[in-house]
Structure formats: C-alpha cells, structure tokens
C-alpha cells in the first residue's frame, strides 16, 4: 500500500512571502489531517477534512492560513503572508475515520521563514 | 495543565533494559490511545494502539492502559540502540476533541550500547 504523500520536503521562504504544501493520502482514507508541530512540541491540529468538506478548522490562523481537499482526495495547505513563527514541520496524516484510528503521516514539509 | 502530559525526559537505558514510557490525559471521556515513534527529521510512526484498560503486548512492545487513573504506558523490552527516538502519546478525546487525536509533547529515549 502507497504510504501519504506530501510535497515539497523542505521549503525556505522570507517572511510575507506565500507558500503551498500539497498531501495525498492512502487511498480510501477518507479522513485527512494537517497538524504543525514545531520543534521539540507535539504534533498541534491545524485541519481536519472528511472526504472533501471540513471537519474542524478551529485551530487554523484563518486569517493566514487556507487549506482544500478537492474532490475528497488530495489536499492543498497554504500559508500567506507568512511569519517567522510559522517556522515548522507541516505533517499531513490521513487515517480511515476517526476515533478508533490511528494516523499515517507524510514525510512531512519543513518550512523556515527567514 | 496539558491535555495529554509526558514525562519530559530525556530517558537514558542500557541495551537490553526494559524502558518504561509514561503519559497522563485529562478527558475522562477519552476511548483511543496511541503510541507513535519519531525518529530525527522524521515523522512519526503509528507503532501501538490500546483501547480497553489492561495491557496489550505487540513484540517486544507492551501497552498499559488505566482509564480510572487517566494514564498510559509504553514499556519496551530488551530496549535496542534503534530504539532511540521520540516516543508520542496520541489520545483521541471525545469530549474536547471530537475524536481527533491530541499529542502529547513526546519523550526522548536513547539506548546506550
């Protein structure tokens, strides 16, 4: 089975400029999931998708941050103006449903914000 | 308080100890509880899963779950120098969370030779 996919790995940006990071999940995961985690921190939730509607966007900074999920499969995150403390590993999982899953994560986007 | 709580570490053991893992969780409510493995500039790695108060052994793993104490345990037996890494406690929290898991902030353990 092909594992979530995630891209680009690494990415370096200035401040205010924008940046995108695109997942695509195990196939038949209908439930995907954007989480940030920052160094030496726990993975912290950013987006919850289930097939292509939204879950939870809670903790999602809405006012810099957006995020799709197309047609219930792939899934776009993006972060415009960016800051400095947005600096962080972007990690998208995908699992079968909630609750009683638990998660596969991408490789995950290593984003620093200079 | 955290929502889910880890013991700070780091955790030091000698091959071939057991290594003991602890986590604590504040929704009594909480159904799911999971251990995921991070290794440096990696992501992390679903390596156990546990639902019903007991324990749950998976190779040399072992899972330990007390709901009425609100805690959950990740024992590893004779520990590996590939051991080494970050261990997370997931927790799915019905009540504060909708299912979803939150993260405790990990423990790093290395597994001297």
């Known amino acids: 089975e092909a594992g979530v996919a995630q891209s680009p790995r690494y990415k370096i940006i200035e401040k205010r400029q924008s940046v995108a990071f695109w997942c695509n999940p195990i196939?038949?995961?209908?439930?995907l999931y954007w989480y940030q985690q920052i160094l030496g921190q726990g993975p912290k939730l950013l987006i919850q998708?289930?097939?292509?509607?939204?879950?939870?966007d809670s903790q999602l900074p809405k006012d810099r941050f957006s995020a799709e999920r197309l047609k219930g499969v792939d899934s776009t995150l993006k972060i415009q103006p960016a800051k400095l403390e947005d600096s962080a590993v972007y990690l998208c999982?995908?699992?079968?449903?909630?609750?009683?899953?638990?998660?596969?994560f991408g490789s995950g986007t290593r984003l620093t914000v200079v | 308080q955290k929502e889910v709580e880890q013991n700070s570490g780091p955790l030091s053991v000698p091959e071939g100890a057991i290594a003991s893992l602890n986590c604590t969780y504040s929704?009594?409510?909480?159904?799911?509880f999971f251990w995921y493995r991070q290794y440096s500039g990696k992501s992390p790695e679903l390596i156990m899963s546990?639902?019903?108060?007991g324990d749950k052994e998976d190779g040399r793993f072992t899972a330990q779950l007390n709901k009425a104490s609100q805690y959950v345990s990740l024992l590893i037996r004779d520990s590996q120098p590939s051991d080494s890494a970050t261990y997370l406690c997931?927790?799915?929290?019905?009540?504060?969370?909708?299912?979803?898991?939150?993260f405790g902030d990990g423990t790093t353990l290395t597994v001297k030779p």
């Open positions: 999982a995908s699992s079968l449903g909630t609750g009683v899953y638990g998660y596969t």
């Open positions: 196939s038949g995961h209908a439930t």
């Open positions: 998708f289930q097939n292509n509607g939204v879950v939870d």
């Open positions: 929704d009594r409510g909480s159904q799911s």
């Open positions: 546990i639902y019903s108060n």
């Open positions: 997931a927790v799915n929290m019905f009540r504060t969370n909708a299912g979803k898991s939150t």
